[in-house]
């Protein structure tokens, strides 16, 4: 058959690459994901993301970390170059937020991409264009240490990308929710999120779980937050836990870190709900800020472009680890028992009525 009547066809590159870039940018929360998630794995104290229109068409985020090269910067716009995993088993310990090299070449694939970039032993920033696609050489330039990346025109080559967009203060709420659940998980970075004049999220960086929970929730749900320690086989738990009294209609006041990493899991939610099962009324959730240490090889986080799913290789030894965890710091706060005993009447499920009671510190008498 010849070339011209066969079916099958290479796809060309820069198509190749917008397809992909689907992917990873499914919106503009993505874009703030995969930047301030590269400058947290390049050491940045200090993070600042900035939003100049509605439709957050133009980002910039720009950090203090370690910086790069000129030859580092050509590379990083490269398909599956990164600076984070050197062969497959990397994978089996992975110690970054990025791992795939897939963040700047699909950013650039789908806007106007401009890097700048210096390193702290370079006399010199330079700056890396990249348009439709194909990136020019850096050029000499002046700035501090650290990266700033702009973005602009995000979705001008991708209008069917752009059409599904939801309004713009859904977008700016996501973008908002995602740093403020980044500044929780690294207290020890200073972040402050810009749209327009206004400043939506500022964080000191003093390392403190609680100024960060402060800086992004208000006083109120810290207020009424409980400490949380514990530890299982190969995991350790930390963090803060809402009071009976602080609860939401939905889950999405849970908060799980895997060692520091943002993610969604459904073991963790399971562990959280069976907890807090005979302390509040049906189709209310409590606010948690949970705090994962595991052993890289005990965890996958290779699951779905977007980093936020992950799978336990012990999930039951999880479960178990943050159940009691999570009943201990309740039973040692001495607010949380006029609810426990309030509620001891209701059986936990699978448990007599008698021991029901015992798990949560009620009385039989």
Known sequence: MSEENCRIRVLDCHTANQIAAGEVVERPVSVVKELAENAIDAGATKITIRLFDAQCEKIKVTDNGGGMSPEELRLAVQRHATSKIRIATDLDRLATLGFRGEALPSIAAISKLTITSKRADSDLAYTLRVRDGKAGLPEADAAATGTTVLVEQLFYNAPARRKFLKSPRTELGLISEL???????????????????HRLVV???????????????GKD?????????GSGDDYKISGLIGKPTLNRSNRNCYHFFVNRRTVRS??????????YHTLLPAQRYPCVFLFLEAPADSIDVNVHPSKLEIKFRDSQAVRQALGGALKSSLLRNQAVLPHLTAKAQE??????????????GGSLT
Request: aromatic share 4%.
């Open 203 to 217: 964080t000191d960086g003093s390392g403190v779980l609680e100024r960060a929970v402060l800086a992004v929730y």
């Open 266 to 275: 459904q073991e963790l939610s399971q562990a959280v709900d069976n907890a």
């Open 179 to 197: 740093i403020g659940k980044l500044a929780i998980a690294h207290p020890h970075i200073a972040f402050t999120l810009i749209n327009g004049n």
């Open 221 to 229: 749900v810290v207020n009424d937050l409980l400490p949380l320690n």
């Open 347 to 360: 059986p936990i499920p699978g448990l007599p009525v008698s021991r029901s009671i015992l798990a949560y």
